[in-house]
């Protein structure tokens, strides 16, 4: 979606390395209409093109497709790729028909492109577990590559809509990825889930100006939320939480297994 | 779905002559569970494999690719592709998420074979504009070529349901497509749809143990059902009629431009 900072970075970075000297690093520029929400923050999201350009230059990016809004939708599209297990909650239940958008727009990029590998930040956890179950299901040829979320000095994850945020509330926003920390660290010790998520919903609660959108511990692959301790289920805290209108998620893996 | 007749072939017959000598040839026969509803007869349709790889081997088929619905569909499979707009009325009316069946499965297909054309037959036309709707619509790299529907001698279209039909049904059957062609000639002279259908609805009717599903003359490409004749605009007539639980489609252009 563009608005590129040091975790794209990461990913483009990765992509390179994956390319080696033969092959050929794309990335997509494009801010999908069809993943926003009517009341959505479509319009405001940032688009500062000349500064991506510079950086996939710089960053050795062999394509920018930067397509417009018309060529990637065709005049009265019809058709839509839904995936309706994981993306139901979680940010899926605030942002109903949000991952319909995403899986429809990333098959489309994928079929213009073919890609042999697609990297994807972890940032966005739901999105990359939803993309990774649409490759399954449809069989599609590519290899999808999840990337460890980058985050500023001061721990918050890096996104695009972290530039939309007030001084006050930049300054409370790494509190979330705190209270990730401290669920991780007291889920070594305590292999409860439900202590662990009360912790940490009370934690993201106590943040300044912060509202708490959802807070779940949940199977990292299926999304399904976890009651209990499984073995060989990787269990992982999923947090969404907004400042005003501006809405961030996080994710930490849980340690209840070791 | 295999059951492989001459209409089979000559699709086959197509793909042959389009792949030329370097070309590959790919068949595929499966029976695809989620493209028949809960009443309908996945478990009766007709498999002869043997046949049908006779047949293909015959035909100078490089590769038939005959999947397990296990291989097909992964274990608690949740994507799907959805053609809302052609998919909505005509034998998707009568057959809730028959076209949601045939998308997933021919975009499956499609990933698996990545074919650079593919050949479906006119007989079922909802089904070849909708597919031609997701290539659209999903920017697939790969050509739909539609081929001419073969008739028995009789008229009858070939289709694997035909053999279902008991002998006195088998005998009228031919009846469906006497009345395509009374209204195709008739449209010539009255450019009048309202009068074209109804003529084509009462010869439907008039066939001894045929109950109509649905009449409609439609744009060939939205199948949107038309009121009035419009410059550019291609009418073709869709029908389908049961004979018992037996489900016949068929349809032909009409001639109201000449």
Known sequence: MGALHEGHTALIRRARRLAGT?????????????????SEDFSRYPRPFSQD??????????????????????????VTVTEKSLSSG?????????????????DIL??????????????????????????????????IQGHPTVREEDGLALSSRNRLLLPGERLMAPR????????AMESEVVPAIGVIKRRLGRDLAAIPGAEIDYVEIVDEATLAPLKKISFGVRARALV?????????IDNLPMKFNG
Not at 28 to 33: A, H, L, Y
Not at 176 to 183: K, N, P, S, V
């Open 240 to 248: 969404s939480v907004h400042f005003g209108s501006v809405r961030l």
């Open 22 to 38: 033969k092959g050929r690093v794309v990335v997509s520029i494009f801010v999908n209409p069809k993943q926003f929400g009517p």
């Open 53 to 78: 350009r510079d950086l996939c230059e710089s960053e050795g990016v062999d394509l920018l497709f930067h397509p417009s809004v018309e060529e990637i939708y065709e005049e009265n599209t019809s």
């Open 176 to 183: 979330i990825y705190q209270a990730l920390q401290g669920a």
């Open 90 to 106: 979680l940010c899926g239940f605030s942002r109903p028909g949000h991952f319909d958008g995403v899986c429809t727009v990333v």
């Open 110 to 143: 994928f079929n213009v492109i073919r890609p042999d590998i697609a990297v994807f930040g972890e940032k966005d956890w739901q999105q990359l577990a939803v993309i990774r179950r649409m490759v399954r299901d449809l069989k599609m040829q590519v290899k």
